[in-house]
């Protein structure tokens, strides 16, 4: 799992093979989307995230403030 920062998002990305990688993902995911922060992943355009899924492979969180 990789956690960085652009700006004032974070990008979270894993291995959906790595069973760890995911857990620790999946976790990251909970605790932030309880925070508040939007899960979007971008497939072209951005699209909302309501469910972690091991096939993302990479989910972007987006302050509130920025969401709209």
Request: proline content about 4%; charged content about 35%; hydrophobic content about 35%.
């Amino acid at each position: 799992m990789k956690i960085s920062e652009e700006d004032s998002k974070i990008v979270l990305t894993w291995k959906r093979m790595d069973v760890e990688d995911v857990e620790k993902a999946k976790a990251f995911f909970t605790k932030q989307t309880r925070q508040g922060w939007l899960a979007v992943k971008r497939n072209g355009k951005p699209q909302r995230v309501l469910e972690f899924k091991p096939e993302y492979e990479e989910i972007w969180f987006i302050p509130l403030s920025e969401g709209g």
